[in-house]
């Protein structure tokens, strides 16, 4: 029935469109998303030009969706019948692989990662899900990941520079910082490129921009300060400042004091 009501709308339709390729291309994404097999095969069929052109501006391809949307089933059938790319890049680099890390398609993460086959690009994706994996809380997959591929993947940073405790303002849970801190021995005193910790790091994005951060920083100050010899808020960046300094000049005074107060870790 699918089948019957898109060949309707689409009657009107050149079979090779120009000015509508957009809109083609969105309805192939929109079949995808479903997981409409028939549909997309007819689609490819009638339309084999946009079938396999990336959608701007982003230049998303069939199997990045497909990856996001966690259609395991049918991104193997794009691969192997349709011979799409299964590392293609969109216009920031990412491939299939990392779309199904940030929406936790774990099955098609799985499906996809034989087919990375340069041994640096895989190490590189290898810990970029591992910090996706962080960063979204899918922590019962992280242990999985952790268990096939060896904790390097705990200290292995982006090709951004960052540590894996600098997930944690995607997080935002105390629950997986525990895990992280206690469990894994996840250093809170790493830095990126900037010479930001996570702490630093988090406090400067909460200074930029709106992101109610704060007090997810107090707790893990409160939670984590005695285990790093009281010296999370005293670690300098680059330039000097430390997250004491940041929480001063953002006008976070009471909750400083609070902190203080409470458990005396300054």
């Known amino acids: 029935g699918e ?71 049918l991104l193997q059938h794009l691969i192997v019948r349709h011979r799409l790319r299964p590392c293609a890049k969109d216009a920031t680099g990412l491939t299939p692989l990392h779309f199904s890390t940030t929406t936790g398609r774990w099955d098609c993460f799985w499906l996809l990662l034989p087919h990375y086959k340069d041994q640096s690009k895989r190490s590189e994706i290898i810990a970029s899900a591992a910090h996706a994996a962080v960063s979204y809380n899918h922590m019962d997959f992280f242990d999985q990941y952790i268990a096939r591929f060896g904790k390097e993947c705990i200290t292995a940073k982006t090709p951004y520079g960052s540590p894996l405790s600098h997930e944690l303002l995607g997080s935002r849970n105390l629950v997986t910082a525990r895990k992280l801190v206690n469990g894994y021995k996840v250093d809170l005193t790493a830095k990126n490129n900037r010479g930001e910790t996570a702490l630093l790091f988090m406090a400067r994005i909460a200074t930029e921009t709106n992101i109610p951060l704060w007090d997810f920083i107090a707790d893990i100050l409160r939670e984590f300060n005695p285990q790093f010899d009281y010296r999370l808020h005293l670690i300098p960046d680059h330039d000097g400042n430390t997250l004491q300094d940041l929480m001063v000049s953002a006008g976070q005074c009471s909750l400083f004091t609070s902190i203080t107060s409470c458990n005396n870790t300054f």
């Open 3 to 73: 089948l019957m009501r898109l060949r309707s709308s689409l009657a009107k339709y050149p079979e090779q469109p120009t000015d509508r390729s957009s809109e083609t291309g969105f309805l192939i994404h929109d079949a995808i998303r479903g997981g409409h097999i028939k549909v997309v095969d007819f689609l490819a069929e009638k339309y084999p030009k946009r079938f396999i052109t990336p959608l701007p501006p982003m230049n998303i391809t069939c199997v990045h969706i497909a990856a996001e949307y966690g259609r395991a089933e």
